[in-house]
């Protein structure tokens, strides 16, 4: 049966971590696609690499969706975080039809050169298919001070001077995710590349990138099939560079 994402939905006033609480699960229960376990409060929400993700309760969207995306390649999972960030970034946009809304790769949304949500991705691959994608999404909303060291956080309420609702939020992204992961299935994702590079952050803009042991000037022309981030130096000399190994530097 066809399910729609977001049916379930599985709520908590705190958990540890949406995404480690479904991980957790898997061994005892299964999910359908497109269960989602949302949490008001984490007591350790989880970012990308070492990172942890701050919300204060109940002022955000904190949410896992659990996917079995049985049509895509794992090689090609770099589709899910173009689905998901587009998706993300419709909802924002939607919200502020005015602003400056980008995707920075891999996968965070930006509002001008502040970071609005981030995704977090794990899986679990069975032979040469997805068992599980759990996506977690962590959206700042109404959250107006942010305490830890995270570089540029800012929440949607910074732009719109009044709170959201955040279950009419929550509604409005799932429409989001629903359409864009439709568009991901029926598609296979070639209109999704021609999206993203549309909405990427800094995308033909010359800028200063340092890796662990340079920096230098060049812009992003591409992304490879695989993720990887596509500079172009001033050289002419094109590179592609993994998530982690090369970052904007100013
Ligand atoms: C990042 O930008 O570093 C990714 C942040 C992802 C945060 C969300 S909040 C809901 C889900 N549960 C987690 O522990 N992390 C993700």
């Known amino acids: 049966m066809e399910r729609k994402l977001g049916d379930p939905k599985i709520r908590y006033q705190i958990l540890e971590s949406t995404n480690e609480f479904v991980l957790g699960s898997l061994k005892e229960r299964k999910f359908n696609e497109g269960t989602i376990v949302i949490a008001g409060f984490q007591t350790h929400g989880e970012g990308m690499g070492e990172n942890r993700w701050e919300s204060e309760k109940d002022k955000n969207l904190l949410l896992s969706l659990v996917l079995k995306p049985v049509f895509l390649e794992p090689a090609h999972q770099f589709y899910l975080n173009k689905f998901a960030s587009l998706a993300v970034y419709d909802f924002v946009k939607h919200v502020l039809p005015d602003k400056n809304v980008t995707v920075k790769w891999p996968n965070d949304v930006y509002i001008d050169d502040k970071k609005v949500a981030g995704i977090l991705i794990n899986n679990t691959i069975i032979g040469k298919h997805f068992e599980y994608v759990v996506l977690g999404i962590g959206l700042n909303i109404n959250q107006k001070t942010f305490k830890s060291d995270a570089p540029n956080p ?74 990887q981030l596509q500079i172009e130096e001033e050289s002419g000399k094109t590179q592609e560079y993994d998530f982690k190994t090369v970052e904007f530097s100013g």
């Open 154 to 227: 800012v929440s949607l309420i910074h732009h719109t001077n009044k709170e959201l609702n955040l279950e009419e939020c929550l509604q409005s992204l799932l429409h989001y995710l629903n359409s864009r992961y439709e568009q991901l299935k029926v598609e296979k994702s070639q209109s999704l590349d021609g999206d993203y590079l549309n909405v990427l952050y800094r995308y033909q803009n010359w800028s200063e990138f340092k890796t662990e042991n340079r920096t230098f000037k060049g812009r992003i022309t591409g992304i490879t099939e695989y993720g």
